[in-house]
């Protein structure tokens, strides 16, 4: 008896399923595609329980014959193809045949369609198990039904994350999608709510403004080399820490391509600081024959026949209209593409803002020193230590932990307006992760008495409307996320206090700062007022004393 069997179509559809269909977001791709493929103008996309429950796809393109309706779910069965030379000139996404027999065998599975002049036909698939057709009652197009999908491949589902996880990837695949198809009405419903409606008067920008919150986008539409690009770009004044938001498409298709990415990247080279990248979404569309997308069963990878005239052209195209964007955006111009790393423009006349110890200078200037206090303040030594006479004592304060302790305590307390902060001319657009996103949004109250006025942007991104003066001269995003960072790092209950804390050491004067004799005044004042002037919130003695008689000493005096 011989061991080697061949195996019956229902398996190798199941093994196929695997490959094609890893997780639900790869049936929503593959039914949308093929109902581009079928010329549709309107496409409804409806899921439950992130996919797992049902997924359906309703198009209005050119439908099935009845009679082929069996066809469509059988492996290898395409209408896209009948030699092998089609294989290599890819016009529409599917050419394979394999999708719909791969889904089919992994689900309870309907496909209902009809095309203009013949009768509405449907075919119901039972994992794996093909019905027959019979009278459907739909208008002109497609409909096809994915139930339970998995529930006969246990292993397969023991992978897919959460339902949450499935639906956020099903909706980000919409938004790209809808974005690089910009002529197709979408509506997407996840759980019987409606979370996406594109009409076609949607244009690409206002697509993908919509679906992923940046507005800090211009729009191309350029040519080079019969490689035609539309896209939608971030200006340099977004700067992402990852490039995951850079999205391509290639001949309507939504694709991942690391060399297009980087022709994309590379596009910002000297607009953007090192390792800080540009979000957007861009369509390349090129003659079918020099591409093969028939390289892996998911088809999100492509093959370009010469790959370096596609990437060149994406790149110079890119390049050259983010040129442009510099010349045209005259009225609300808030970046320089030459000196992005310095670049927030902030609105004048908001208030005068100065060194870093603008702080210090909220008060007027009469109240810093009165003859009761009995405290003379001598001078600074290393630029760093403030020497102070008070109580027949010599004080030595380090002059970058005293000022620490009064930020602190000034933020934790009640003090309202203690911090002058400025607005923004354009808002600065943050990506966070979840987590910190949620963090931010908890403590938006925490963050303004800190002088940060932040917004919820859509998606995992919050925009900084306002800033504390302290920190507008340098790279705001950055600071901002090391705020976040080291707030994550010192873990505490109380959001406010750690907060404050990091916020008092990242803006207080730095050792080695040279003070005018009334900033010396102000910080000793300060520090004399605080709950406790001779420890720093971390612990470090603030004040070192010499008492008169120890100095006296010295001199042999006593
Ligand atoms: P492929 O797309 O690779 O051809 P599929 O398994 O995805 O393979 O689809 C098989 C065939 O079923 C397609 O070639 C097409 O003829 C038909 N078909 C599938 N979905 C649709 C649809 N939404 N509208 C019209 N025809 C469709
Ligand atoms: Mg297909």
Redesign the pocket.
């Known amino acids: 008896m011989s061991e080697i069997k061949i195996l019956d179509q229902k398996i190798a559809n199941k093994i196929a399923a695997g490959e094609v269909v890893e997780r639900p977001f790869n049936v929503v791709k593959?039914l949308v595609e093929?109902?581009v493929?079928?010329g549709a103008t309107f496409i409804r996309i409806d899921i439950f329980d992130g996919g797992l429950g049902l997924i359906k796809v309703t198009?209005n393109?050119?439908?099935?014959l009845p009679e082929d309706l069996k066809n469509?779910v059988l492996r290898y069965?395409?209408?896209?193809i009948s030699n092998i030379e089609d294989v290599y000139r890819i016009n529409t996404?599917?050419?394979?045949?394999?999708?719909?027999?791969a889904i089919s065998s992994v689900s309870d599975f309907k496909i209902e369609?009809k095309r203009e002049g013949y009768e509405a036909a449907e075919l119901q698939v039972y994992f794996g198990r093909v019905g027959e057709t019979k009278p459907g009652k739909i208008q002109n197009g497609?409909t096809?039904t994915v139930k339970n999908l998995f529930e006969n491949v246990p292993a397969r589902r023991k992978f897919i994350k959460s339902i949450s996880a499935e639906q956020r990837e099903i909706i980000r695949f919409v938004k790209i999608f809808s974005s690089i198809n910009h002529n197709i009405e979408v509506e997407l419903f996840v759980d019987e709510k409606n979370v996406i409606t594109f009409s076609k008067y949607d244009s690409m920008k206002d697509r993908f403004i919509s679906s992923f919150g940046l507005n800090n986008v211009f729009y191309i539409n350029d040519n080079h080399n019969n490689i035609k690009i539309e896209a939608v770009l971030s200006l340099p004044n977004v700067q992402r820490n990852r490039k995951d938001y850079i999205f391509v498409g290639l001949n309507n298709r939504v694709i991942k391509d690391f060399a297009l990415t980087q022709a994309v990247v590379q596009a910002y080279f000297r607009k953007l600081p090192q390792n800080k990248y540009p979000a957007g979404v861009v369509s390349i569309k090129i003659n079918p024959d020099a591409v093969d997308v028939n390289v892996h069963p998911t088809k999100m990878n492509v093959k370009f026949l010469n790959d370096r005239d596609v990437f060149s052209a994406v790149n110079k195209i890119i390049s050259s209209n983010l040129g442009k964007q510099q010349l045209s955006n005259s009225g609300s111009v808030v970046y320089r593409l030459d000196n992005i790393q310095t670049n927030y423009f902030v609105k004048e006349n908001i208030i005068n803002y100065s060194s870093s110890v603008d702080e210090l200078v909220t008060s007027s200037y009469s109240d810093t020193f009165e003859e009761k206090d009995e405290i003379k303040v001598i001078g600074q030594v290393f630029d760093s230590v403030i020497l102070v006479e008070k109580d027949g004592e010599v004080y030595f304060i380090d002059q970058h932990i005293a000022h620490e302790r009064v930020l602190y305590e000034k933020f934790i307390s009640n003090t309202n307006n203690f911090v002058t902060k400025i607005k923004l001319v354009e808002p600065i657009i943050v990506e966070l992760s979840d987590n910190d996103k949620d963090i931010v949004l908890n403590n938006l109250n925490n963050f303004l008495r800190l002088g940060f006025e932040l917004e919820d942007f859509g998606g995992n991104f919050i925009s900084i409307l306002s800033v504390p003066t302290s920190i507008v001269h340098k790279n705001i995003e950055n600071e901002f996320v090391e705020l976040l960072n080291e707030f994550n790092n010192n873990k505490s209950d109380n959001f406010l206090d750690s907060l404050s804390l990091t916020m008092a050491c990242k803006t207080a004067i730095k050792a080695g700062e040279k003070l005018t004799d009334y900033e010396m005044s102000k910080i000793v004042k300060d520090l004399f007022e605080t709950k406790n002037p001779y420890t720093c919130p971390h612990g470090r003695p603030i004040v070192y004393k010499m008492s008169k008689e120890e100095i006296y000493k010295k001199f042999h005096r006593l």
Do not use: M, Q
């Open positions: 593959e093929n109902a493929d079928a198009d393109g050119r439908g099935i469509a069965s395409t209408s896209k996404f599917g050419f394979r045949g394999e999708a719909l027999a369609s497609t096809v």
